[in-house]
């Protein structure tokens, strides 16, 4: 159910950019997942076809690209990539970690038809 609402929200954000550029249609939609979000990019695209339904955006191919986690430690320094369930830094083993990105979903681009 968590899906849904981010795919109205960024539909939302989608229809307002095809808008603003006098777009008949959007073509592709590029994301981003975080690691943390625990979503199923497979259920992004469906709820998004659900929701987009009847719009501009309902033929818009969507692009899910899942990132890594990545931490930074305070006590060496290093930045690198973690296990979701292990952000202990790689180099010192470090448990107190920042973690550096989150549970989001992230609009890169979003490509308009004419």
């Known amino acids: 159910m968590h899906e849904i609402s981010l795919c109205r929200g960024l539909l939302a954000r989608v229809l307002e950019i095809a808008r603003n550029h006098d777009a008949a249609a959007v073509a592709t939609i590029r994301l981003q997942l975080d690691p943390l979000g ?3 990019p497979q259920h ?8 987009a339904h009847g719009t ?3 033929d818009a191919l969507l692009e899910i690209e899942t990132v890594a986690l990545r931490v930074h430690c305070p006590a060496c320094g290093m930045e690198s990539d973690a296990a979701p369930d292990d952000p202990s830094c790689r180099r010192c083993g470090n448990g107190d970690t920042r973690i550096l990105n989150g549970a989001g979903l992230v609009l890169l681009n ?3 038809a004419p």
């Open 44 to 51: 992004i695209i469906e709820d998004f076809a659900h929701v």
């Open 110 to 112: 979003v490509e308009l």
């Open 56 to 58: 501009p955006a309902q």
């Open 38 to 40: 625990r979503m199923d």
